[in-house]
């Protein structure tokens, strides 16, 4: 028994895990693979790794020394099921299987408790950032039981990736809640993108810009409060010339967005959870309309204003303060998407009895994932000043961003109407802030809607109790509780 860890699944990111594992002081990693070529290529192209290869599940255990610590990098769904149930019966009571792929948290909440009955600990970890995260440092958003991250959590935090010092890895919470946390990652990462891409159409659309103007325009914002990898990444797709037609890459690119869906799953859970989360939500639906082919095509002709071309002037006068104006709504917008992602992290705390702290989230989102930025320092200093926050977008930080947001998110999204540009994301989460700030809602009313046809009863704002009117008859109204 001579290796502290192993992996399990030797695809892309199984392989980049072992080798980063690999390359920290103080491990010896087992690798085993359901078809042994690839456990031998592994070990033969990384000889600097010294892994400890195995070519049965049996090998594999002999080869750990106890307690037993393996990470499973396979497909989601019934093949980890294969692989855990394979390891379960040649691991012992203590042992710690670690699942590092995308599996759904509710998968990950019945698997550890089925393993957690043979005396087995089972960790859902959460691993974001694609190959490159996970042979440099990922951020790694790990479930499972305390006892399981006192073995576990040194060995993660020497693989991922650092922010100011700090590992981007913590014991998330128990069982389901480190899947639970990747997921909403994966979520918030749809409406980051979706608002990119919508201030993109403004810009190009609306202002009459070209692709690398506004190339010059996102490395411009990646200086300022908007910095983050996917503006940055942005920055690089809009600046690329095809070199087949010469044009901008993102002109011949098929208009037609593709998803994997941790986006629906996240939308699914909220509304399970009553947790709006419009931003993910209308960022999912606009994936969903841009690879409706046969609505497209019936909809091409319908009535509107039609959007110039990008390459024929703009129906914006003052071009600069439109791209400020745009900085702004995108940054508004995006607080709003990640204060609903946060409110889901909550409510399924709650539901699922899971401690989270939300400061250590958005403190390992800092570096090795797909929504790294700048500004999730300010999430995480938000909730270390204000732990319970109830709604981060009223922390003061956030408040006074939202403040001086007000008028150019407004009219930006007004141009948007105008000119027949959809801003779906960057227009719900104005709509959700207009909602969540206002004294008195339309609900009213609905409540009496809901009263005279169903006779669901409304509370009144001066008494106690539920009441009922009489729709049908004299209209008279009782107190029916
Ligand atoms: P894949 O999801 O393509 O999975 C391939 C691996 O699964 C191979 O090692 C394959 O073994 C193994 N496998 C499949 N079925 C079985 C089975 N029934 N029994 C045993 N082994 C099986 O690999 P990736 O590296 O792309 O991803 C691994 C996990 O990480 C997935 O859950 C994925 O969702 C997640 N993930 C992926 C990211 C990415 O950027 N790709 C990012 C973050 C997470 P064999 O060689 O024998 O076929």
Request: overall charge negative; hydrophobic content about 40%; some cysteine.
């Amino acid at each position: 028994s001579r290796a502290n860890i192993g992996v399990v699944g030797l695809a892309v990111m199984g392989s980049n895990l072992a080798r980063n594992l690999a390359g920290r002081p103080g491990n010896t990693v087992a690798i085993y693979n359901r078809s042994a070529d690839k456990t031998h290529h592994l070990a033969t192209a990384h000889p600097e790794a010294e892994f400890v290869t195995a070519d049965t599940v049996e090998e594999f255990a002999q080869s750990l020394s106890t307690p037993r610590t393996a990470i499973i990098m396979v497909q989601a769904g019934p093949a980890t099921d294969q692989v855990i149930s394979q390891l379960a019966d040649v691991f012992e009571p203590g042992d710690i299987i670690v699942d590092g792929g995308n599996a759904h948290f509710t998968d990950t909440i019945r698997r550890e408790a089925e393993l957690a009955a043979r005396g087995l600990n089972f960790v859902g970890a959460g691993i974001s950032g694609g190959e490159e995260g996970a042979l440099n440092g990922p951020s790694i958003m790990p479930g499972g039981s305390a006892e399981a991250w006192n073995t576990l959590g040194p060995i993660l935090e020497s693989i991922a990736a650092v922010a100011d010092g700090e590992p981007c890895v913590t014991h998330v919470g128990t069982d389901g809640a480190g899947h639970f946390v990747k997921m909403i990652h994966n979520g918030i990462e749809y409406a980051d993108m979706q608002l990119i891409a919508e201030a993109y159409d403004l810009l190009r659309h609306a202002a009459g810009l070209s692709p690398q103007e506004i190339a010059d325009v996102f490395r411009q914002w990646n200086t300022g409060v908007l910095e983050s990898y996917l503006i940055d990444i942005t920055a690089e797709v809009l600046g690329h010339v095809d070199a087949t037609t010469g044009s901008p890459l993102v002109d011949v690119i098929v208009d037609q967005a593709g998803s994997k869906g941790t986006g629906v799953w996240t939308v699914q859970s909220a509304v399970g959870l009553g947790v709006p989360v419009t931003g993910i939500a209308e960022a999912v639906f606009a994936r969903a309309i841009s690879s409706s082919g046969a609505s497209r095509r019936a909809g091409g002709g319908l009535p509107g204003p039609t959007p110039t071309d990008g390459k024929s002037g703009s129906a914006i006068g003052d071009a600069q303060g439109f791209i400020d104006m745009v900085e702004q709504a995108l940054y508004a917008s995006k607080i709003v998407a990640y204060s609903q992602g946060f409110d889901a992290i909550s409510e399924a705390a709650s539901e699922y009895n899971w401690s989270i702290d939300r400061g250590e989230i958005a403190r390992i989102w800092r570096a090795g994932c797909i929504i790294r930025a700048q500004f999730l320092d300010r999430i995480t200093e938000a909730y270390r000043e204000q732990p319970e926050l109830p709604l981060l977008l009223a922390a003061p930080y956030f408040h006074s961003a939202l403040d001086d947001a007000q008028t150019p998110w407004r009219k930006v999204i007004q141009a948007g109407v105008e000119t027949g540009i959809a801003t779906p994301a960057f227009s719900s989460s104005l709509a959700y802030y207009d909602q969540i700030r206002r004294e008195r809602l339309p609900a009213c009313l609905i409540q009496g809607q809901r009263d005279f046809f169903g006779a669901h009863t409304y509370k009144r704002v001066d008494a106690e109790g539920a009441f009922h009117t009489d729709w049908s008859a004299d209209r008279s109204e009782s107190r029916v509780d």
